[in-house]
């Protein structure tokens, strides 16, 4: 996103908090392509035959975005840290819906990235595991269930994610070591049945 796109989208979420609705329309066009980028990296690692297409996951966190009135936009990191949020949740409730239906059939599986956990030797892990894996994390430190968040489900940056938690990016960056850790072993654990 170009430099002007980001300032102009920056401004625009201040309004939006600020209640003019009319900008609603034109948002959408600087951050879609984002989006939906976004939407095709979670898909990509989900499992193969996955119903849920980028598009249909783009406009159902679009409005679930749009219609956050307790939001006060920051700027276009602190948008996308919680569109990563929401995508993620649309993808967990999915999977849920999904394995309620195959009746305690094979759970979904995420593809993982190699920087995500890199200790492991599975390429997938049980999105539903990974996500109280996070839940977990969450309770014990927030802050780095917020840094996965935004790292590996939001695609930011060590840079933006440290704009939207206010912290330095040595402190992003040693988070992020030691909450991949800490999934990889707590996934472990949940898949060898401990």
Known sequence: MAQTSTQE????L???????????????????????RL?????????????????????EAYIKLIDQTQVEW???????????????????????KHNANKRGGEFDKMLLEENLIVVTNEKSVDLL???????????VDPQKSR????RYFGGLSVEETAEVLGVSEITVKRHWRMAKAWLYGQISREENGG
């Open 39 to 59: 939407a095709s990296s979670y898909l990509r690692r989900e499992r193969s035959d996955h119903t849920l297409q980028p598009t249909a996951l783009v406009h």
């Open 129 to 139: 595991a990974l996500d109280e894996a996070l839940e977990t994390l969450a309770k």
């Open 147 to 150: 840094i996965v968040e935004l």
């Open 74 to 96: 920051q700027n276009r990191a602190h948008f996308f840290g919680i569109a990563a949020n929401i995508m993620r949740r649309i993808l967990v409730d999915h999977a849920r």
């Open 9 to 12: 989208l920056t401004q625009m």
């Open 14 to 36: 201040i309004q939006l908090s600020a209640g003019k609705s009319e900008v609603v329309d034109e948002i959408l066009p600087l951050i879609y392509d984002e989006l939906r």
